[in-house]
């Protein structure tokens, strides 16, 4: 395997500047979660542009083939949604685009999560491959993925037949920006990212005056004794050397001191690793509240199910050869070993589909300066506001570096 990228694939000063723009341009116009319609066209003829083969699969997502004859398929994924948060960075490129969330209600948005960069970073490593012709050859196929911040895009697109549209790549790749040196990427090996499950509760109780508490079913004190209870699975059912987070989100019950509610409403958010301690978490969640409410004399609860995140896992032995592969890139020093992250990611839905590998890696967002003062915002934050130079080139070189090391060299 070459140990050196072509010429033409890589970035230019001048094509280094248009990567700048274009991120800018991202940044500003960030969509919610499924709403993604302007992106989506953009990116659409963006890809159109460059001369790909363009589909548009599971609402709002796109997915853009670079064909160049026989050869490896190869796979690379980029997600393309913003977040409900006000944005704080005072950048001149900064957001003021407003969303609607699903009940109407008008929310700042902004790409919180830098799926902005990932767009960015994926649309100039297409155009560089699309402008290389002559020194690859294969497929290439790029999914702008909506949706990924409530787990939902990946699976729409699979849904929608994201595997007829487009041929089925023999590897997925996928990156994302993270706190961490810009200049540098950070690969785990394994399961690296965990699965995520999301409920909705309703306890029924019974409303009552608040000096008559011998009429009521009390659904605050109820559900107060879930929540209380649901955070021992952890420490109890759970066994030391495994990983598991039980967090109550939210709760909201009854609307005046002296009225005893009928009903109160939590949700709750599970990360696992192992599909075995996941099964004992769910169980033991299921297994909880129904006792409590049986406790309490109460009517069965309903449990509804809001977002599931599939386990990421990178196949070690492809880690390993891009871990290499990075190594020449950038030089041993700016390739970081990664650990577990409790965060989670649908991204390992897209190659689990048709059974083939992923590998998902972080290239950092910060400069020097701004690590060494602290803790630098992190994603999600309304201050999130990753370096352009060097964090784009790196994502591209990455990108870039990732996809030749498949692809077939003329
Ligand atoms: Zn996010
Ligand atoms: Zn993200």
Known sequence: M??????????????????????KYLHANPELSMQEHQTADYLAK???????EVARCGGTGVV????????????????????????????????????????GTEVPTMHACGHDTHMATTLKTAELYAGAKDA?????????????EIGAGANAMVEDGLWDKAPKPEIMYGQH?????AGTVTLMSGAAMSTADSFRVTVYGKGSHGSMPEHSIDPIVLGASMVMRLQTIVS??????????????SFHAGLKENIISDRAVFTLNVRTFEPEVRDVVLSSIRRIISAEAQASGAPEPLIEDLSHFPPLYNDPHETAQLAEQFRLEFGNEQVLPGS??????????????????????????????????????????????????????TGVRAAVRALYSKVGKK
Request: proline fraction near 9%; hydrophobic fraction near 45%.
């Open 64 to 103: 853009g083939v670079l064909r160049n004859g026989a050869g490896p398929v190869v796979g690379m994924r980029a997600d393309t949604d913003g977040l409900p948060v006000l944005e704080d960075t005072g950048l001149d490129y900064a957001s003021s685009a407003v969303g609607n969330l699903d009940d």
């Open 236 to 249: 109890r059912q759970v066994a030391p050397q495994s990983a598991a987070v039980v967090t109550i989100g």
């Open 2 to 23: 070459p140990n050196t990228i072509p010429q033409a694939l890589k970035l230019t000063d001048e094509s280094t500047a248009e990567l700048f723009e274009t991120y």
């Open 46 to 52: 963006r890809l159109n542009d460059l001369g790909l």
């Open 340 to 393: 577990q992250l409790m965060g989670s990611e649908d991204f390992g839905a897209l190659g689990a589909a048709i059974g083939v590998p992923s590998v998902y890696w972080f290239f950092g967002g910060n400069d020097a300066e701004t690590l060494q003062a602290g803790a630098p915002p992190a994603n999600h934050s309304p201050f999130f506001a990753p370096v352009m130079d060097p964090s784009l080139p």
């Open 177 to 181: 920006v993270m706190p961490g040196l």
């Open 136 to 148: 690859w050859a294969g497929t290439l196929v790029f999914v702008l993925q909506p949706g990924e």
